[in-house]
């Protein structure tokens, strides 16, 4: 893990856990829709929120990329610049995969925060043929790049297990 890629907590503010905590009520309606717990919002470097989604998969006969994270940064693609892409956020209730990863950084998204670590979301989802997570945490993917991806996290992982308590058996 770089120095590059790492911001601490403590420089969390306010307005960040609240937006995390969001993601992690959005996680809670997508499976309330009979979807995957998962949720993200991009906001500007003002605290606005951009965009949002929840996983928009419906298993199984769902399309399959359309993680909360990739809808919602590509929803925010089409909105703004690079630039300004540059100084927002993706707030997510669970680590983007290395597919959501890779779909924040080609978007130009300057920072992430995230609540739950694919590390624990593997230990609650298991085996489950509708998870098969990748063992790549998102700061080994954004060190391969070729610009600067901050990365906070994980945070109150206990708060975005509730939505996944239950659900993968």
Same mark, same amino acid.
């Given at each position: ?12 503010? =306010? ?9 992690? +009520?959005?996680? *809670? @309606?997508s499976r309330r829709n009979g979807r995957h717990p998962f949720a993200?919002?991009?906001? =500007?470097?003002? *605290? ?5 989604? *929840?996983?928009? $998969?419906?298993?199984? @006969?769902? =399309?399959? /990329?359309?993680?909360?994270?990739? %809808? &919602?940064?590509a929803k925010a693609a089409r909105l703004l610049s690079p630039e300004?892409? %540059?100084?927002? /956020?993706?707030? /997510? $209730? #669970? ?5 959501? %990863? *890779? ?11 995230? #609540? ?10 298991? $085996? ?28 109150? +992982? =206990?708060? &975005?297990? $509730? ?7």
């Amino acid at each position: 893990m770089s120095a590059n890629t790492t911001i601490e907590p403590a420089t969390l503010c =306010d307005r960040d856990m609240a937006i995390l905590r969001a993601t992690i +009520e959005l996680a *809670g @309606e997508s499976r309330r829709n009979g979807r995957h717990p998962f949720a993200a919002i991009v906001a =500007d470097e003002h *605290g606005n929120i951009v965009a949002s989604a *929840g996983n928009n $998969s419906l298993p199984p @006969e769902g =399309d399959p /990329t359309q993680h909360a994270e990739l %809808a &919602a940064a590509a929803k925010a693609a089409r909105l703004l610049s690079p630039e300004q892409l %540059a100084r927002c /956020t993706l707030y /997510t $209730s #669970a680590e983007p995969c290395c597919m959501c %990863a *890779g779909a924040i950084y080609w978007c130009n998204i300057g920072r992430v925060v995230y #609540a739950l670590s694919e590390h624990r979301l593997l230990a609650l989802t298991g $085996s489950h043929p509708e998870n098969p997570t990748f063992s790549l945490p998102c700061r080994e993917v954004f060190l391969r790049g070729q610009r600067r991806v901050e990365v906070v996290g994980p945070l109150i +992982e =206990d708060e &975005a297990e $509730s939505s996944h308590r239950g659900f993968w058996i």
